[in-house]
């Protein structure tokens, strides 16, 4: 199964340690799901997770985050978008999700972002919550 993870689900797993944002990262780590990534979000996604606004709220160390975030570097798929997608006109940088889905004919998006889940879905791509997901991974086999 390949799952894009929008950023916030990510940084939710690093603020509360027990939400299902939490049990996503650790069923990735447990090879539960691929997930798939773009340069764009992974460049979003360290950028945020070194912000100081966000380290203020983490629950994990500036090693732990540095460690997560090379292994994602190195156990993440990286999709190649080869065409812009413009569908989410409030705010522009959700498409960067979408193009990644999309280029790795991804199953699912995991995202808190209202703008995305409107959606619910994208050129047949399911758009769920990290809480609908956290639920389908701990009904599969």
């Not at 065409?83 to 999700?97: E, G």
């Not at 004919?105 to 609908?132: F, K, Y």
Request: charged letters at 25%; one cysteine or more.
């Amino acid at each position: 199964m390949k799952i894009v993870l929008d950023t916030n689900v990510v940084v939710s797993a690093t603020i509360n340690p027990k939400g299902p944002p939490a049990e996503i990262i650790r069923a990735w780590r447990s090879h539960s799901f691929r997930w798939v990534t773009s340069l764009a979000l992974l460049d979003e996604l360290e950028r945020t997770l070194l912000s100081p606004r966000i380290e203020s709220y983490s629950c994990w160390s500036n090693d732990e985050i540095a460690d997560f975030l090379s292994t994602v570097r190195q156990a993440t798929e990286i999709s190649s978008p080869n065409r812009r997608i413009d569908v989410i006109t409030s705010d522009p940088a959700d498409n960067r999700v979408l193009e990644a889905a999309v280029a790795a004919n991804a199953d699912c998006i995991v995202s808190g972002d209202r703008h995305l889940l409107d959606l619910q879905r994208h050129e047949g791509i399911e758009i769920v919550t990290p809480a609908r997901f956290a639920a389908v991974l701990t009904t599969s086999p």
